[in-house]
């Protein structure tokens, strides 16, 4: 077996690694019921040893949930008993935890409430899970210290966004967000408080980052882009494509095209371009009046094209009539008329027009979750550069459980975001084209065959900015060591 094909049969041992860190990180802080559910995602694909050691790590949780939370002392103590005899499964490092110091607090734990709680139920000293010192080939990487990070705004056809590099062990890893406005405050986010926490404390996986930032990342694309770029970091250590990492099989992705332009010269001419460069789904703009005026017309350029509308929020609720215009259109679905929250104007709007609605940028798996459980969940929306990669990777997985179509989108300035985003529509719950932003092909070509992108040779993204580029682009650099 070659590298290429070892590594194309891992992505089940990368995700399993990447939920078991998850869950460490949210069972460290007492987030008991979701370390659960981290660590049971892992269970479900797992062999022996290691899925009764997930079994183990599963009913401790459980346990502490029962008593901490349903204040079910005797339940807690049955569940430890069970946790104890599965973790015993793989021995005291197994899972690249620290398993040995996790049982003998439980085993205190279980002496403590099998005596009887304290009158006032006290919770303080709760068991805490670390990582183990792991060995060449275990199921954990070696913990991963980032040196330095490099932190950009670049600025490209008067389009702004964040650049981040993380250097560590002779790799860098690369990550990008959007900056809508000013640069201000996802620049000074990244400098103040997120690069910062990142050089002070070794990371076991990218997939912990999200539960350990919380509280701490005030600006949400931030640390999108240092999450996205300590991925591309950690997969190139690896040796590894990026998808890999995330825990996909390669396969290849359908790439919608997002035209630009007002007029419709300009949107005739994008959409011939795109059909030129081997597109087959393009994603075409839409704004009140223009649906009624310039649309209707564009329809046979779009005869062999799948094609959407992304509204971009410029439709209210009231707006029902110009929206069925477009519904008269037939496209394959109708994106961001409402953002994720405004479920019960979603809810209405499915009732009146026949075209999906795609649900706006989904902020997260449970907010995806409510959104199908109240009827607002036809199609969603995934945003790499604005939730990281871990969380969308979790949306997509909440949309497969769902049976929801989801499709993976960002506004990218540069390759790197369209890259991650690529990497990311590989994995099973992104079932429509994938839509990767201005930034698709900006260094150089990206070949598309039959509408579709096929992930090339390297590790991680497999991509990194020109430092001409960077030369030119530039407006504003910070580096940061440890």
């Not at 060449?136 to 932190?151: F, K, N, R, T």
Request: with cysteine; charged share 20%.
């Amino acid at each position: 077996m070659t590298a290429r094909d070892a590594a194309a049969a891992s992505p089940p041992r990368h995700a399993q690694a990447a939920a078991i860190a998850r869950g460490r990180a949210l069972f460290n802080r007492a987030d008991f019921w979701a370390s659960h559910e981290a660590w049971e995602a892992a269970w479900r694909t797992a062999a022996e040893p290691e899925r009764s050691g997930l079994q183990g790590l599963i009913q401790a949780a459980a346990a502490l949930h029962k008593f901490v939370v349903q204040n079910n002392p005797s339940g807690a103590v049955r569940l430890i008993d069970r946790a104890l005899e599965g973790m015993s499964a793989v021995g005291p490092t197994g899972l690249g935890l620290d398993l040995a110091a996790l049982s003998s607090e439980l085993r205190e734990w279980r002496r403590r409430l099998s005596d009887g709680p304290p009158s006032d139920a006290s919770i303080i000293g709760l068991p805490h899970l670390e990582r183990a010192a792991v060995p060449p080939g275990g199921l954990q990487p070696a913990p991963l210290s980032v040196e330095a990070i490099d932190v950009r705004i670049v600025e490209d056809g008067r389009r702004r966004a964040l650049l981040v590099a993380v250097a560590a062990d002779g790799h860098v890893g690369w990550g990008e967000s959007v900056v809508p406005w000013s640069e201000h405050g996802v620049f000074d986010a990244m400098c103040s408080s997120l690069a910062p926490a990142l050089l002070t404390e070794s990371v076991g996986s990218p997939a912990e980052l999200s539960v350990v930032w919380r509280g701490v990342a005030a600006e949400g694309r931030a640390a999108a882009a240092l999450e996205m770029a300590v991925w591309d970091l950690f997969a190139r250590r690896l040796g590894v494509p990026l998808h890999v990492a995330l825990g996909a099989a390669a396969r290849p992705v359908a790439v919608a095209q997002r035209i630009h332009g007002v007029t419709a010269a300009a949107l005739a001419d994008g959409i011939g371009r795109a059909r030129a460069a081997g597109f087959t789904a393009v994603h075409l703009p839409a704004r009140p009046n223009a649906d009624q005026r310039l649309l209707p017309a564009l329809v046979p350029e779009l005869h062999d094209l799948t094609f959407a509308f992304d509204l971009d929020g410029a439709y209210r609720l009231a707006d029902v009539h110009a929206l069925a215009a477009l519904d008269r259109l037939a496209p394959s679905f109708l994106h961001r008329p409402f953002p994720d929250w405004a479920v019960a104007d979603i809810v209405r709007l499915r009732r009146w027009l026949g075209s999906p609605i795609s649900i706006g940028n989904v902020v997260g798996a449970e907010a995806l979750a409510n959104a199908f459980e109240l009827g607002a969940a036809a199609i969603a929306h995934v945003d790499p550069t604005a939730i990281g990669l871990s969380e969308a990777g979790l949306v997509l997985e909440t949309a497969r459980g769902h049976g929801v179509d989801a499709w993976v989108g960002t506004p990218s300035v540069t390759p790197v975001a369209a890259r991650a985003a690529l990497a990311l529509a590989m994995a099973p719950g992104a079932t429509l084209p994938c839509a990767p932003g201005d930034g698709f092909g900006r260094w150089g070509a990206e070949h598309i065959v039959d509408g579709r992108w096929s992930a090339p040779d390297g590790a991680g993204m497999a991509v990194d900015p020109p430092p001409e580029w960077l030369a030119v682009h530039e407006v504003r650099h910070e580096r940061l060591q440890a």
